[in-house]
């Protein structure tokens, strides 16, 4: 689950710090490495998903959807 989370945050923050980290990172190896870091990118980002429930804190970069009425 953690891992299918990672691909959706690299889908919908891609001006993130994380998803920028990613980028930098694996974004320009194959099939193997792009596995390898989005192993490492769902860790990442469950650390700091678990600060943003702890402190309020949002992740560096991270867009929050407007609320509906």
Do not use: C, N
């Amino acid at each position: 689950m953690a891992i299918e989370i990672a691909w959706g945050w690299l889908r919908h923050q891609p001006e993130s710090a994380l998803s920028q980290w990613y980028q930098e990172r694996f974004g320009a190896g194959g099939t193997r490495v792009h596995k390898i870091g989005i192993v490492a990118l769902a860790r990442k980002l469950l650390i700091a998903l678990w600060h943003y429930l702890e402190s309020g804190e949002l992740p560096e970069d991270a867009v929050l959807k407007p609320a509906t009425a």
